[in-house]
Structures are given as structure tokens and as C-alpha cells.
């Protein structure tokens, strides 16, 4: 299983998401998406996250979208 999480550093909801996978001691690959060059909505992005907003998590390419989403489904996948 690999899990990447793209999500940019100031925002509030990849905090929270990272703080969950860190906690939890999962491993993950740590995409900053870049706010200034406008990687969020870019078509890249927007066809993983149509909704252009940050964090979005891969499970082995398999777009989460939602911080709350994203946590609850890390719960459900790694509940130690």
C-alpha cells in the first residue's frame, strides 16, 4: 500500500491529516502542493480533486478527498 498525501503546509485541513498519518506512525509520501504557482487547480489536481483544494490522499493512486474523510478513512484502514 502506498499513500501519498498532497497538501501544502499553511493550510489548516493538511495539518490535521499529517498530524493524524503522524501520529499513527504510517508512512507516506508528502506532496506540498504550491498555492503560489497554482498547482491546486491545475487540470493535474482538479482531475484528483475537482474541487481544487488541499489535502487530497492517494491510496495507491485511489484519490480521498476531505481532511475529515481522509482522517476517518486512516482510522478505518490503520485502527492501532
Known amino acids: 500500500m502506498t499513500l501519498e498525501l498532497l497538501n501544502n503546509p499553511y493550510?489548516?485541513?493538511s495539518q490535521k491529516t499529517r498530524m493524524c498519518l503522524y501520529e499513527?506512525?504510517?508512512d507516506f509520501i508528502n506532496?506540498?502542493?504550491d498555492f503560489n504557482r497554482n498547482e491546486h487547480i491545475?487540470?493535474?489536481y482538479l482531475k484528483l480533486n475537482?474541487?481544487?483544494v488541499v489535502p487530497t490522499l492517494l491510496d495507491d493512486g485511489r484519490p480521498i478527498?476531505?481532511?475529515s474523510v481522509i482522517m476517518e478513512y486512516i482510522d478505518e484502514v490503520?485502527?492501532?
Open 11 to 13: 493550510s489548516t485541513c
Open 24 to 26: 499513527k506512525g504510517i
Open 31 to 33: 506532496t506540498t502542493i
Open 42 to 44: 491545475s487540470p493535474d
Open 50 to 52: 475537482p474541487n481544487g
Open 65 to 67: 478527498v476531505d481532511s
Open 78 to 80: 490503520f485502527p492501532e
